[in-house]
């Protein structure tokens, strides 16, 4: 019997079966001895056996409980981040093979954890690597643009090209810096300096960043929240986020057109809103918008989205793109710069501070941007 492979349950029934011999064997001494007293004795012996073997029994169940809360102790400490933890197995029988079994998982568990976390670095570690080979020929590319630029300023025709080379190369320094940022984030090597911040605070710092571009566009970034709402957060990470949600209206609104950044907090939350009154996002664009590189295929003057910020525009004509001798297109939504990573970056550093993320929009209405963040506890 497989039962009787675990040495402590074997001890068990032999202690039974000795103790029961025992008691036997002094009821027949007892009746051999004074068999006038027989009837009075068995009763006596046969409670003393039962007793004996329920503290046996006892005894043992007290045993396999303290196992029992031994694993599981084991369990909970490698829940809570103790790798090493493992449930002693070194007896036989089947609970001790299933401690094995559960000793056998959690090396898998660790290994492919290992193997995730050294993919993982060696994602950040080559795409960093990439990014810094690629900063010195950029940076030599935006001195050579510089000069082409000067050198060309009575040749418009020519002019129109450096601009969208100077254009095309601030596009590729985004790609570099947005990309080292988001394989930060994947492999977990950012270190979030966390502290209850001013959120009004953060609110005015990006106002000023895009003042210039919303005067140059001809559009209004207004600001509307509790200014002594605080909330604990790393300012430089969630300002990123913050900061592509808005650049990604700006991409996407008309001039003449306003973008809102509202605050406010609740009985649990506190919620902050990037609202615009653009061309707002394609349906069909809609469940996309944060995936990495996403692009739509509908053109900017038909819905202001980008899969993330930036990517519609895909299809929109952009200057040099025009027909000779046609009439430009008054107010045009601007074709959309982006590469692709904005909106899931922001997502990124939104879901690390334990917050969500939503969109909502309706073609020709706008596009709105809501940030949830729970409030601790406070205990």
Known sequence: ???????KIKRLFIRILLSLLLFILISAVCALLRPAHAALYAPLLF????????????????????????????????????????????EEGTLYRLFHEVNSLVSILNAHAEHEAQTKSFLKNTISDISHQLKTPLAALNIYNGILQEETASTPEIREFTDLSEQELDRIGSLVQNLLKITRLDAGTVVFEKADENISDMMRRIEKHFAFRAGREGKTLSLSG???LTLFFDRTWLM????????????????????????RAFASIVQIVVRDDGGGIHPEDLPH?????????????????????AGTGADAP??????PGTEPIKNPVPDAQGIGLGLPLAKAVVEAHNGTIEADSEPGTGTVFTLNFLIPAKL
């Open 289 to 309: 918008i944060f995936k990495r590189f996403y692009r739509s295929r509908h053109p900017a003057g038909a819905s202001a989205v980008s899969g993330s910020s």
């Open 47 to 90: 409670a003393g056996a039962g007793l004996s073997i329920f503290i046996l029994l006892y005894l043992h169940f007290r045993e396999q409980d303290r196992i029992m809360e031994d694993a599981v102790t084991q369990i909970q400490n490698y829940l809570s981040g103790d790798k090493s933890a493992r449930i002693a197995c070194d």
């Open 318 to 323: 952009s200057l040099s793109q025009q027909s």
């Open 240 to 263: 990123e986020a913050v900061s592509n949600l808005v650049k990604n209206a700006f991409d996407h609104t008309r001039k003449g057109c306003t973008i809102r950044i509202e605050w």
């Open 1 to 7: 019997m497989k039962i009787l492979t675990n040495r």
């Open 226 to 228: 509790d200014d002594t």
